[in-house]
């Protein structure tokens, strides 16, 4: 029904930015919320941001200050901006999408890792 395409991951330094898209495809759909999550080696999958069509926002709190996240409904595509990447926030990051009508749909992950 909807395919989740994410890019923009890589390598980067300490201290560097990353920007990350995640573009929302299929039949006839109404997004009503976008997110990304994360899930490092040998942890939990967790909540890093979440955005809704309305544009309100929600952050984990070690991503606070670092992280945003928008979104273009219109193409049907949500942004993750890092900024000041710490090594912790090194993971596979996967985007997640809620349609109208309660569906909730995953992308393939792009992996994030940040390292000297």
């Known amino acids: 029904q909807v395919q989740l395409v994410e890019s923009g991951g890589g390598l980067v330094q300490p201290g560097g930015s990353l920007g990350l898209s995640c573009a929302a495809s299929?039949?006839?759909?109404?997004?009503?919320?976008m997110g990304w999550y994360r899930q490092a080696p040998g942890k939990q999958r967790e909540l890093v941001a979440t955005?809704?069509?309305?544009?309100?926002?929600t952050y984990a709190d070690s991503v606070k200050g670092r992280f945003t996240i928008s979104i273009d409904n219109a193409k049907s595509t949500v942004y993750l901006q890092m900024n000041s990447l710490k090594p912790e926030d090194t993971a596979v990051y996967y985007c997640?999408?809620?349609?109208?009508?309660?569906?909730?749909?995953w992308g393939q992950g792009t992996q994030v890792t940040v390292s000297s």
């Open positions: 997640n999408t809620e349609v109208w009508g309660a569906r909730h749909y």
């Open positions: 299929g039949s006839a759909f109404t997004i009503s919320a």
């Open positions: 955005i809704t069509r309305g544009r309100s926002t």
